[in-house]
Nanobody, 125 residues
Framework: QVRLVESGGGLVQAGGSLRLSCAAS????????????MGWFRQAPGKEREFVAAITWNSSRSIYVDSVKGRFTISRDNAKNMLYLQMNSLKPEDTAVYYC??????????????WGQGIQVTVSS
């Protein structure tokens, strides 16, 4: 199990940028030894949680939902136990609570076992 804590959210105007961070800490040695993937999901009010981006344990591959391709960049720094999501050219439809997650590389919610508590991102028009 991994403890995940998001930061960096807030209010920004359309066209602006935000950088989300997620600090990860292993709760067991077995979890620390596992090469887990990490991802970002988001959930708008009244909507299901949707996939945003994911990255492999060694940053060899990244995937994105089509709506954020070219605007968002996922990255990680394993030495610092940090996951990042650089969000540029933000749109009002990006408004949501953003969650970081750890698990198996993929775009499905079921691939991830551990989740942060979420952080609000609001984009005004």
């Amino acid at each position: 199990q991994v403890r995940l804590v998001e930061s960096g959210g807030g209010l920004v105007q359309a066209g602006g940028s935000l950088r989300l961070s997620c600090a990860a800490s292993a709760l067991t040695f077995s979890t620390y030894a596992m090469g887990y993937a990490m991802g970002w999901f988001r959930q708008a009010p009244g909507k299901e949680r949707e996939f945003v981006a994911a990255i492999t344990w060694n940053s060899s591959r990244s995937i994105y939902v089509d709506s954020v391709k070219g605007r968002f960049t996922i990255s990680r720094d394993n030495a610092k136990n940090m996951l990042y999501l650089q969000m540029n050219s933000l749109k009002p439809e990006d408004t949501a609570v953003y969650y970081c997650a750890a698990g198996i590389f993929g775009s499905s919610r079921s691939s991830y076992d551990d989740w942060g508590q979420g952080i609000q991102v609001t984009v005004s028009s």
